[in-house]
């Protein structure tokens, strides 16, 4: 019986998201073994730093370097990650395979609706997309910066007295936490990290065998949207750690509709635009966007980011 090592997080949600992913790979593959393998991350390991501090601290992402490195070493023989934690560009060797469809991309704001925010209320996120993006349309909220998993955060609102938190609907939903949603933000004001809701499967580039096998589960309409996205992140120059939202949509006709937006940190600013291409060159259509984007003041918008 051949026997396959899966990394992942130490998160609640990062197994849940293994156990999703691998729960269909087994009933299609009875006489293959997945064996979890839990990965500890900078960014789960030190919890004081600012978010947008670890990564510089630890010489590489906060929630994806270290699996990164045991699948380059061999100590795995691929990783699950959440798609919207990797950087835009995979180490050499490693590379990325469709992801099994797509969970719900927005953000859900927990312990009230926008509408029902009292004038000055205090909202948790450790985000800077997510700050920017409310300071834009609430600019009389107080955003206070919270980090950790999903129902520490979602324990935050009594614990440090917030009206309410922001999390993706994604986690909350492959959590069970659907109860806790009290809106789902519109994707117009509030749009994702590129990737948000969709995993991402990393796997040695060597490993044909393995590849093959889940290849077989892989979404190639998911697939395209988040390379669309990712690629307009990286012609920015951005990681997951900037004010950039995104998210790709397929059409009939076999075409894609990417939407993009860029916020300054202080809300006061933002450059948005959507763009339609082919299907079949989502990299193309992220980078076109991007330099729309660009041509529009989103770099001076993001060096103001530092």
């Known amino acids: 019986m051949t026997t396959y090592l899966v990394g992942s997080r130490a998160s609640n949600l990062a197994k849940a998201q293994v156990r999703e ?36 601290t630890n010489r590489g992402s906060a929630f994806s ?14 990783v699950v990650h959440s798609l919207k934690d ?11 395979l469709p992801p099994p469809g797509r969970e719900d991309v927005r953000d859900a704001l927990c312990g009230s609706t926008l509408s029902g925010l009292r004038n000055g209320a205090r909202v948790g996120t450790g985000a800077p997309r997510r700050i920017a993006q409310f300071l834009a349309v ?10 950790g998993n999903v129902p520490p955060r979602l324990k935050k609102i009594e614990a440090l007295g917030l009206d309410a938190v922001v999390l ?35 796997v040695r580039e060597d490993s044909t065998e393995l590849r093959e096998i889940l290849s077989t589960v892989g979404d190639e309409a998911v697939h395209a949207q988040v390379r669309a996205e990712r690629a307009l992140l990286a012609q920015l120059h951005g990681g997951c750690s900037v004010p950039v939202g995104a ?8 075409f894609l509709s990417l939407f993009a937006q860029v916020t300054s940190p ?3 600013r ?37």
């Open 21 to 56: 992913y691998l729960g269909s790979l087994r009933e299609r593959f009875p006489g293959v073994t997945f064996t979890h393998r839990v990965i500890l991350e900078s960014g789960d390991k030190d919890r004081k730093s600012r978010l947008s501090d670890v990564p510089a």
């Open 65 to 78: 370097s270290e699996q990164e490195a045991a699948l380059s070493r061999g100590d795995v023989d691929v």
């Open 86 to 96: 990797l950087p835009t560009a995979s180490p050499p060797g490693l590379t990325l």
């Open 138 to 147: 609430r600019p009389d909220l107080e955003l206070v910066p919270i980090r």
């Open 168 to 202: 993706a609907a994604a986690g909350l939903r492959r959590l069970g936490l659907d109860d806790a949603i009290g809106e789902l933000l519109p994707l117009d004001l509030f749009p994702p990290s590129p990737g948000q809701g969709a995993l991402g499967i990393q």
């Open 247 to 254: 998210y790709a949509q397929t059409e009939p006709g076999g």
């Open 266 to 268: 202080d809300g006061t």
């Open 270 to 306: 933002r450059v948005s635009g959507t763009l339609s291409g082919p299907v079949g060159a989502p990299e193309t259509l992220g980078a076109t966007l991007a330099e729309e984007l660009i041509d529009r003041g989103a770099l001076s918008i993001l060096d103001g980011c530092d």
